[in-house]
């Protein structure tokens, strides 16, 4: 049965720091993984998706990397800004459509 | 383009009662999800649809959990009997062709069973 761990729970940076949140896997049969925001109360916004050949993906201040054989993933922001605040999630897809991990909550102080 | 939407919002119900969540998929997606989100639990999957295939219910968790999509597009979701427990955020996502691609959320619907 696949199981996510995301680490750490909970991080608290000062804006400008660029952060790097891990995301890890236990089994590597997988097709894709995507990496997701939530904002309290809202539903999933998508904001990266690496597909299992792959080995990473950008978007503006995201980069994402994929090392499938060893089961992780992680999520690098740069130049982090107050309204990247919010709850990011990792989400793998294989035999399930996405199994998804707890999450990092993210605080960005300005 | 619209994206995936859910209704309602927000629902409330007396435990024992049945409700029905609705989604619209983004037009022309194929594949269709349900998830739920409960604090205790994180977030975790219930069925799939893809085109015309039987439906993956691997992730239903009892028998009181049911779900249709009517000509390969509108989905609902339907609980039976309302547990505490079922209290939860139950999103919907949609994507084009199958698993392999990007999926997209709707909002949501927030159910509290009193």
């Known amino acids: 049965k696949q199981e996510v761990t995301q680490i750490p729970a909970a991080l608290s940076v000062p804006e400008g720091e660029n952060l790097v949140l891990n995301c890890s896997f236990t089994d590597s049969a997988i097709y894709n993984l995507q990496w997701f925001r939530q904002d309290p109360g809202k539903g999933l916004t998508s904001l990266l998706l690496i597909q299992s050949s792959q080995r990473e993906q950008t978007s503006g201040r995201l980069n994402a990397s994929l090392d499938k054989s060893s089961g992780r993933s992680t999520l690098y922001i740069a130049a982090s ?13 294989g035999n399930t459509p996405l199994v998804f991990g707890k999450g990092t909550r993210l605080s960005v102080i300005a | 383009g619209a994206g995936v939407s859910q209704s309602p919002s927000n629902k409330v119900t007396e435990k024992g009662k049945d409700v029905e969540l609705r989604c619209d998929p983004i037009s022309g997606h194929t594949a269709l999800y349900w ?6 639990q994180g977030l975790e999957f219930l069925i799939y649809f893809q085109g015309n295939s039987a439906p993956d219910k691997s992730g239903l968790p009892s028998d009181r959990f049911s779900a249709e999509r009517t000509g390969g597009s509108v989905s609902t979701l339907t609980i039976q009997r309302t547990q505490q427990e079922d209290s939860a955020v139950y999103l919907c996502a949609s994507s084009n062709r199958d698993r392999d691609n990007e999926q997209y959320f709707g909002p949501g619907t927030r159910l509290t069973v009193t």
Do not use: E, K
């Not at chain 1, 800004?81 to 897809?93: H, I, N």
């Not at chain 2, 998830?35 to 205790?40: D, E, N, P």
């Open chain 1, 81 to 93: 800004q107050p309204g990247d605040s919010a709850t990011y999630l990792c989400a793998v897809s």
């Open chain 2, 35 to 40: 998830y739920r989100q409960s604090l205790g």
